[in-house]
């Protein structure tokens, strides 16, 4: 089956600083999303790419959509604290077929 | 708007009970996914419904797995004579249907087998 493999596992930086994770697939994907899960929530869409080699930003955020369709990174500009949380890849084929998820990567931003 | 919710939000069990966690969707979103989440790992895959279709169950880990969905809204997820390695966090999500890959997920149940 589809995985994905995202780096890094955890992260520790300092506020202000900006960061960097990525994700690669074993195969295609058609849609490429980023979630932030807080400690006791659920995920939270943060940013969502359906065309290779897509550009999006979302505030600080910025994502793209790699061009070989098998990759995928978020940046984060001048962190603040309240970007803490664990952020997740997330692939699909589209339509009608279920997203497969990134292990995750733990932020931590140390004030 | 309302979101997802599921209910309980916490659930303690005795190893060998059986537990039912419910998962209510955004209204008129036709699709609802099941992941299991353990301490500091991914989201698992457990099952997807879309519509009148028959689910997708490929991610349910054992027979003692099992879900439904009535009226094509409520959905619940029950585990059978529940061990030691079900307890994690038990997310539900939903979305619109016309575009699956946004999905909108709920707070989730922690489960504690004892």
């Known amino acids: 089956g589809q995985q994905l493999n995202q780096s890094p596992q955890s992260m520790f930086i300092q506020e202000g600083e900006d960061v960097s994770m990525n994700c690669t697939s074993s195969s295609i994907f058609n849609t490429w999303l980023w979630y932030k899960q807080e400690p006791g929530e659920g995920p939270v869409l943060l940013i969502a790419?359906?065309?290779?080699?897509e550009l999006t930003s979302n505030g600080r955020l910025t994502a793209q959509f790699g061009i070989t369709r098998k990759d995928s990174f978020l940046n984060i500009s001048a962190s603040i604290p309240s970007d803490v949380g664990i952020y997740f890849c997330a692939g699909s084929s589209g339509g009608y077929q279920k997203v497969t998820f990134g292990t995750g990567t733990k932020l931590q931003v140390i004030p | 708007g309302a979101g997802v919710s599921q209910s309980p939000s916490n659930k303690v069990t005795e190893k060998g009970k059986d537990v039912e966690l419910r998962c209510d969707p955004i209204s008129g979103h036709t699709a609802l996914y099941w992941y299991r989440q353990s301490l500091g790992q991914g989201l698992e895959f457990l099952i997807y419904f879309q519509g009148n279709s028959a689910p997708d169950k490929s991610g349910l880990p054992s027979d003692r797995f099992s879900a439904e969905r009535t009226g094509g809204s409520v959905s619940t997820l029950t585990i059978q004579r529940t061990q030691q390695e079900d307890s994690a966090v038990y997310l539900c999500a939903s979305s619109p249907g016309t575009n699956t890959d946004t999905q909108y997920f709920g707070p989730g149940t922690r489960l504690t087998v004892l």
């Open positions: 790419l359906y065309k290779a080699g």
